[in-house]
């Protein structure tokens, strides 16, 4: 790796680390975890098993259980029966979610915050770019 692309990588965890921690603050601002909002996020497209949830969050199922725990009891999602198997739960976001979702996605402006710091060719430029670093080889 040659000395630019070592300064381009640590440029990139830079933003990646200052990206997470603006999602982690923007959760907290709204009373929620960043792995709570990343589950309410999850579940806002539509209900997803245990299994499909942890592997989505990369996390074990015993930490599923405890967010949706959590956030049931907030009345942010609810454990349904899964359709073609009743032994099997899946987790649906609620009304309440929904909105928790919504607050947690506006309070989170950090990502345009930055891109809107750039000209309009620019962000076309970065857009390339991170489709090219996001291919699987």
């Keep these: 790796m040659t000395d630019e692309a070592r300064a381009v990588a640590q440029r990139l965890w830079d933003f990646a680390y200052a990206y997470d921690a603006a999602y982690d603050r923007a959760a907290r601002d709204v009373g929620l975890s960043a792995a709570q909002a990343c589950l309410l996020k999850a579940v806002s497209e539509g209900p997803r098993t245990m299994g499909e949830l942890a ?50 996605r506006h309070a989170f402006a950090f990502p345009c915050e930055r891109i809107d710091r750039l000209p309009r060719d620019s962000q076309r430029t970065l857009a390339g770019l991170l489709s090219v670093l996001l291919e699987e080889t």
């Design 55 to 104: 592997t989505s969050l990369l996390c074990d199922a015993s930490n599923v259980t405890q967010l949706v725990t959590r956030l049931e009891v907030r009345d942010l999602v609810r454990r349904e029966p899964a359709p073609g198997d009743r032994r099997s739960k899946e987790v649906a976001i609620t009304r309440k979610g929904i909105e928790m979702d919504r607050l947690v």
